[in-house]
């Protein structure tokens, strides 16, 4: 079992940067791969970053390519998404998700625990 809490969200006028946090306790971290969701009201949840387990691999989806981040620090148990030159559209309740594979993956049914999710709001 992993316990994961988001922290980090906000509200930031369009331009400015965020940066997500989220904790994991429970079983060994490093041996999770981690990912970043975000769902808008009606709509679905979208992928919108992953990290594999060792780090060394790492996926975005193109609608946030170039500004945001993914990180971790397995030495705190806690996995980044450092967002900058934010967009209204990224407004949204981001989640973090973490699954039991070493590699990254892009849908959310691969991922087997997740947080309670952070509001971004990003006003134009």
């Known amino acids: 079992q992993v316990q994961l809490v988001e922290s980090g969200g906000g509200l930031v006028q369009a331009g400015g940067s965020l940066r997500l946090s989220c904790a994991a306790s429970?079983?060994?971290?490093?041996?999770?791969?981690m990912g970043w969701f975000r769902q808008a009201p009606g709509k679905e949840r979208e992928f919108v970053a992953a990290i594999s387990r060792s780090g060394d691999s790492i996926s975005y989806v193109d609608s946030v390519k170039g500004r945001f981040t993914i990180s971790r620090d397995n030495a705190k148990n806690t996995v980044y998404l450092q967002m900058n030159t934010l967009k209204p559209e990224d407004t949204a309740v981001y989640y973090c998700a973490a699954r039991n594979y070493p590699g990254v993956a892009y849908t959310s049914a691969f991922y087997l625990y997740w947080g309670q999710g952070t509001q971004v709001t990003v006003s134009s």
């Open positions: 429970g079983r060994t971290f490093s041996g999770y791969a």
